[in-house]
């Protein structure tokens, strides 16, 4: 299947600060990218759509202010945590809709955000 | 809301057939059947989808019953490895994906 990955896969940062995580489609062009996060023991839990040029679409809860999206390119998106928190440590998983292959949606390999 | 119904968890002994049952009785008639699964502390993984033609391919089969209300995942010959949780997932093909809590998959030594 499709490739999608991101990058770091970990990363620990100081509370207050604020972490870039990357989403690559590698070997297709992506119009539409989610962002899920994921704490231990439950479901990944949907935080925005975001589509190619345009300003990502939230879930309802999720700060935008807090979760910045950026989709600059047909093949990259961005989620930047800004002042992080301790509560925000979680697993950040994006995804990537491959419309030239039947829309499926194929999954980044998640990054581990530790805050302390 | 998920709109699928899946048990919690299932065992299957290593070598043998698993299959994973799914409810879907609300489904509309362009909505398809995903199936993929999440291996701990990994980004979940596309195994396989259908419509209502039943589906192969070298990960598993999808059997879609005809009225399409059910359909069942089959792992023909389980491994170690294929110990995951085993999501459900009904959708348009443009749709986004909202993930219920699955069915956790342990196979058996």
């Known amino acids: 299947g499709a490739v999608v990955s991101q990058h770091p896969s970990r990363v620990i940062c100081k509370s207050g600060t604020s972490v870039k995580i990357e989403c690559r489609s590698l070997?297709?062009?992506?119009?539409?990218m989610f962002w899920y996060r994921q704490f231990p023991k439950q479901s990944l839990m949907l935080m925005a759509t975001s589509n190619e040029g345009s300003k990502a679409t939230y879930e309802q809860g999720v700060e935008k202010d807090k979760f910045l999206i950026n989709h600059a390119s047909l093949t990259l998106s961005t989620l930047t945590v800004t002042s992080a928190h301790p509560e925000d440590s979680s697993f950040y998983i994006c995804?990537?809709?491959?419309?030239?292959?039947?829309?499926?949606?194929?999954f980044g390999e998640g990054s581990w955000l530790t805050v302390v | 809301d998920a709109k699928t119904t899946q048990p919690p968890s299932m065992d299957c002994a290593e070598g043998r057939a698993a299959n994973l049952p799914c409810n879907h009785s609300?489904?509309?008639?362009?909505?398809?059947v995903y199936w993929y699964r999440q291996i701990h502390s990994q980004g979940p993984q596309y195994i396989i989808h259908g419509l209502k033609n039943n589906e192969t391919n070298e990960m598993a089969s999808l059997i879609i019953t005809e009225d399409r209300k059910s359909s069942t995942l089959i792992l023909p010959h389980a491994t170690l490895r294929d110990t995951a949780v085993y999501y459900c997932i009904v959708m348009v093909g443009d749709d986004k994906i909202i993930f219920g809590k699955g069915t956790r998959l342990h196979i058996l030594p």
């Open positions: 995804s990537a809709r491959d419309p030239a292959g039947g829309n499926t949606i194929y």
């Open positions: 070997d297709f062009q992506a119009t539409t």
């Open positions: 609300t489904i509309s008639g362009n909505e398809y």
